[in-house]
Antibody
Framework: QVQLVESGGGLVKPGGSLRLSCAASGFTFSDYYMSWIRQAPGKGLEWVSY????????YYADSVKGRFTISRDNAKNSLYLQMNSLRAEDTAVYYC?????????WGQGTTVTVSS | EIVMTQSPATLSVSPGERATLSCRAS??????LAWYQQKPGQAPRLLIY???TRATGIPARFSGSGSGTEFTLTISSLQSEDFAVYYC?????????FGPGTKVDIK
């Protein structure tokens, strides 16, 4: 079945780095735009980044621009989010989502906690 | 930047009643508007895309309408499983995204 599975979350100190991964299965990954979305504890959804099917078009929210890098490996059916210079306010559950029109398939999320 | 707002913040409804949720964009997003349902501890679920098209498997009691800057999600007869938080999201411009959400709770 169509599935997205995130991994790579954890506890990191302010200023540190993490790389999140999202493994896709059950569909032709290379056909779809993909997104990362996050949700801070008790808060709403925040769109983080978006990448086109080929990887040629990328957008970032202002809150992460210059610190986060989205990428994909279509041969490995995988989406990535490299997160550098992490701050306390980056603490959240991070979701990857398939994005053909809105976001129609979501992973279960991976938790990132930035704390000293 | 397109700013999304939703009203009300909380909607208290009895089971079987109709619920009407509103979403407004600060500038036109055409019909590039989606609605999501999120329950505690779960990932969001796509309900509506293109402002009015139900996603696969979504019951007919969910309907969306609107275009431009004003949008509505209607749940015709609330079931127990519909009590959740609902978010709208514009995807006309990928540089911004979600509204703050409307919590639908039991009256």
């Amino acid at each position: 079945q169509v599935q997205l599975v995130e991994s790579g979350g954890g506890l990191v100190k302010p200023g540190g780095s993490l790389r999140l991964s999202c493994a896709a299965s059950g569909f032709t990954f290379s056909d779809y735009y993909m997104s990362w979305i996050r949700q801070a504890p008790g808060k709403g959804l925040e769109w983080v980044s978006y990448i086109s099917s080929s990887g040629s078009t990328i957008y970032y929210a202002d809150s992460v621009k210059g610190r986060f890098t989205i990428s994909r490996d279509n041969a490995k059916n995988s989406l990535y989010l490299q997160m550098n210079s992490l701050r306390a306010e980056d603490t959240a559950v991070y979701y990857c989502a398939r994005s053909p029109h809105g976001m129609d398939v979501w992973g279960q999320g991976t938790t990132v906690t930035v704390s000293s | 930047e397109i700013v999304m707002t939703q009203s009300p913040a909380t909607l208290s409804v009895s089971p079987g009643e109709r619920a009407t949720l509103s979403c407004r964009a600060s500038q036109s997003v055409s019909s590039n508007l989606a609605w999501y349902q999120q329950k505690p501890g779960q990932a969001p679920r796509l309900l509506i895309y293109g402002a009015s098209t139900r996603a696969t498997g979504i019951p007919a009691r969910f309907s969306g309408s609107g275009s431009g800057t004003e949008f509505t999600l209607t749940i015709s007869s609330l079931q127990s499983e519909d009590f959740a938080v609902y978010y709208c999201q514009q995807y006309n411009n990928w540089l911004s995204g979600f509204g703050p959400g409307t919590k639908v709770d039991i009256k």
